[in-house]
């Protein structure tokens, strides 16, 4: 069995902003797209476009209605991948150790050559962040791109995971959250950034921020303005257009 380090020098993950969040897949999309046709280790699909299609995602996105005590329900979109735990029990149940936590980063890897397939760690999981590559017989997860935000090769604005650098809200933000200085830490600290799932034990690094509170709307009838009386003072064109009507055959008396 693979043994946690004591403790990580840094603790590299995610913050992700569930108010922010609009559900438009673009995460999944760049993630499926930069580990199967970069650096990454290709995620393979089967039957793609046939009746059955299935396949390897390391990120996706579940979509929730939830109805607040306060207003009306909400459409929450919910990005979910490995959460980098410091209590990771899919790295203490490996029987070969091809699951492992790095103590520089606190990322969560597999190696792949010295993965059996066995499903241990997917079971161990609770958030079902591993998935089985049907056609590479290995167990894929998240790697927060550990190919890419370390690249020299790329330009400085693109060291960090394809899913964050792609996503038009902004609702994903990559740092240290070790370090209580940094952007991220700060960023949990303001808007009461969660766990998912605390009781588990599992202590996962990435975090998740809260929508906020929508605003409320009155009790308002839209057809009011057209139910009160045109005229109350019996002046003015509306009076004399009153008076013209009742004059007319049939009209009001």
Known sequence: MTQLPASTA?????????????????CVISCKGWNTENYGAPLSDQDAYGADPSGTFLNRVHSYEVQPEMGSAQLIHFPKSC??????????VCPTGASYKRAEDGIVLVNESACIGCSLCAWACPYGARELDAKAGVMKKCTLCVDRIYNENLPEEDREPACVRTCPAGARHFGDLGDETSDVSQLVAARGGFDLMPEQGTKPVNKYLPPRPKDVMPDYDVLAPFLEPVATDGKGFAHWLDKALSALPGGAK
């Open 10 to 26: 840094k603790k590299l993950g995610l913050v992700i902003d569930l108010d922010t969040c609009v559900g438009c897949h673009a």
């Open 83 to 92: 959460l980098h735990c410091d209590d990771a029990p899919c790295v203490t």
